[in-house]
């Protein structure tokens, strides 16, 4: 199945900096998703965001989406070390069950 | 707590091996799983699409010989790695979606690494 692309593939800041990460898709879709994984773990969702919407916030994540460019971008404010991991977007198609995930942007934030 | 529990974590055995790998919704009732691998640095990719009661969906290119799966309940699917090789040691990791599944996220395994010697 095809893919969205993610960048950076790599993202290296310090501690209390803003992450930003882009992620772009080919298909119409229902929503897209984001999700984080520590090293060797599964992934865990971070946030949802539908067709219809156009920018969402969780905490310290701000999600947008620009369905004319088939485009998503994840922010994280205010980083801390324990953000380090990669982060996926997925998106979720119309008429299909399953998710497409883009290549993943690694972080790493320096202490 | 965990909403999905996938067993074992690690894998170590000798090629010509058949290892199973099991996955269980802990919270909702299942009818739909889905099993990806993923090398290391890289993304996930879809490997089938587990239905209860009825036969799996495979991805193009992934032989179901191979990776039988087996989905008998609507809380467990297991991956069978049949005469795993080498070239099968990955990452496995399953998820689950609950029924209604629009616009509703998956939840993931903490995944299974399995090492073919």
Request: aromatic share 0%; proline share 7%; net charge negative.
């Given at each position: 199945s095809q893919q969205g692309e993610e960048d950076p593939q790599a993202l290296s800041i310090q501690e209390g900096e803003n992450a930003t990460m882009n992620c772009s898709y080919k298909t119409s879709i229902n929503n897209l998703q984001w999700y984080r994984q520590n090293s060797g773990r599964g992934l865990v969702h971070l946030i949802l965001i539908r067709s219809n919407e156009r920018e969402k916030h969780s905490g310290r994540l701000r999600v947008t989406l620009d369905t004319s460019k088939k485009s998503s971008s994840l922010l994280i404010t205010a980083?801390?070390?324990?953000?380090t991991a990669s982060y996926f977007c997925a998106t979720d198609s119309q008429g299909a069950q399953k998710l497409v995930f883009g290549q993943g942007t690694r972080l790493t934030i320096n202490p | 707590g965990a909403v999905v529990s996938q067993h074992p974590s690690w894998v170590i055995c000798k090629s010509g091996t058949s290892v199973k790998i099991e996955c269980r919704s802990l919270d909702f009732q299942a009818t739909t799983m889905f099993w990806y691998r993923q090398f290391p640095k890289q993304s996930l990719m879809l490997m089938a699409t587990s239905n209860e009661g009825s036969k799996a969906t495979y991805e193009q290119g992934v032989e179901k010989d191979k990776f039988l799966i087996n989905?008998?309940?609507?809380t467990l699917s297991t991956l069978t790695v049949t005469s795993?090789?080498?070239?099968?040691s990955s990452f496995y990791i399953c998820s689950v979606r609950e029924l209604g599944y629009s616009n509703q996220p998956q939840h993931f395994g903490d995944g299974t690494r399995l090492s073919i010697l």
């Open positions: 980083s801390r070390a324990a953000d | 989905h008998a309940s609507l795993a090789h080498p070239e099968d």
